[in-house]
Nanobody, 132 residues
Framework: QVQLVESGGGSVQAGGSLRLSCAASGHSFSIYCMAWFRQAPGREHEGVASLNTADSSRYYASYADSVKARFTISRDYARNTLNLQMNNLRPEDTAVYYC??????????????????????WGQGTQVTVSS
């Protein structure tokens, strides 16, 4: 029904920037809740950023504390992509980054979840490596 494909990963030095993109296809018009997750070898799966676009006049974004003020999540409806601008990258940001989505963000808040179990659709992941 919905397919997600990440791109934009690569290798950078600490302090550098990368922009990840997630191309959505299928019935992506029904998707209002999207997120980025990451997982490094030997570390737990981590929610990075999520975006609730159900309200066309006001998007709500959530960020992990570790990436606040450095990463920005956005959605480009014209290109049908979810993006993650990553600035001031650190070695600890090294991980495989996954795009995730679900139809709508559930719960009693407008701010979307960073819990992995909330999301139904997943991309294949893209590697981000930050060297010191």
């Amino acid at each position: 029904q919905v397919q997600l494909v990440e791109s934009g990963g690569g290798s950078v030095q600490a302090g550098g920037s990368l922009r990840l993109s997630c191309a959505a296809s299928g019935h992506s018009f029904s998707i209002y809740c999207m997120a980025w997750f990451r997982q490094a070898p030997g570390r737990e799966h981590e929610g990075v950023a999520s975006l609730n676009t159900a309200d066309s006049s006001r998007y709500y974004a959530s960020y992990a504390d570790s990436v606040k003020a450095r990463f920005t999540i956005s959605r480009d409806y014209a290109r049908n992509t979810l993006n993650l601008q990553m600035n001031n990258l650190r070695p600890e940001d090294t991980a495989v980054y996954y795009c995730a989505a679900k139809a709508r963000c559930d719960g009693g808040t407008r701010y979307p979840s960073l819990a992995r179990y909330e999301y139904n659709y997943w991309g294949q992941g893209t590697q981000v490596t930050v060297s010191s």
